[in-house]
């Protein structure tokens, strides 16, 4: 099956693809308005692109007219925002953040989140949060249709406590319970794991010379 996506209207695009790439990490981002009204918004169009520059892209929406949303507003106005990672016990609350309220309206007081001060940026992070990346806007992307692709750099990142081991910065999967989005109103936990072990190209050949297969990829067998 073959599907060209210029015979698809914006809605069956964003259906297919979002039940296609899953699952996908939570973005729930605070930045801080004109009249200093703190915004938290949930954006699974995000993630880690970079570590050296450490960076992340947001794809915010861009509604039709003047009206940005308020994540896009604020961060175009200030250039600074916190990416708050969601977990299983702040999943019910971030999307509690996704109502459309009126920009006067924090969703971090209705969600009874907690603010704590940054240390690089003038938005706040959320306490409840398991992890939150400081974060300053490098350029923002007008690729054209319904979206903004805000590329930003992550200047300090603050784990909970007990979360990764200060010395080796192994982190505890036990207490590390992230959640995904994947389509519709469907999310996923990352309890159920599996591992594979990436081997060099030495290795591989050891293992291929060791079942008996011999020889060069391409060669005689």
Same mark, same amino acid.
């Given at each position: ?104 309206i924090?969703?971090? =007081?209705? /969600?009874? !989140? ?9 938005? $706040? %992070? +959320? ?17 054209g ?5 805000v ?13 990764? =081991?200060? /010395?080796? !910065? ?8 992230p959640? $995904? %989005? +994947? ?32 020889g ?6």
């Amino acid at each position: 099956m073959q599907i060209r996506l210029a015979d698809l209207d914006r809605i069956r695009r964003y259906k297919l693809l979002t039940a296609l790439v899953v699952p996908r990490p939570i973005a729930l981002v605070t930045s801080v308005g004109p009249e200093g009204v703190v915004n938290a918004a949930p954006y699974s169009f995000f993630n880690l692109f970079s570590q050296d520059p450490a960076l992340v892209v947001l794809g915010i929406e861009r509604r039709e007219g003047p009206v940005q949303k308020d994540t896009g507003r604020n961060i175009e106005a200030t250039a600074e925002f916190v990416v708050n990672l969601v977990d299983e016990d702040l999943a019910e609350r971030m999307n509690l953040c996704a109502v459309d309220f009126p920009p006067e309206i924090s969703e971090v =007081e209705i /969600a009874g !989140l907690t603010i704590l001060p940054s240390t690089t940026v003038r938005p $706040g %992070r +959320l306490a409840e949060a398991p992890a939150a990346l400081e974060c300053k806007k490098l350029v923002t992307l007008l690729p054209g249709g319904g979206r903004e692709l805000v590329v930003g750099e992550i200047l300090a990142v603050h784990v909970r406590d007990g979360l990764i =081991e200060p /010395a080796t !910065l192994r982190l505890d999967l036990e207490r590390w319970r992230p959640v $995904g %989005r +994947l389509f519709g109103n469907l999310y996923c936990r990352t309890r159920d794991r599996f591992e594979l072990v990436r081997m060099s190209y030495r290795s591989w050949l050891a293992e291929r010379a060791g079942s008996g297969a011999g020889g060069e990829p391409g060669g005689e067998r």
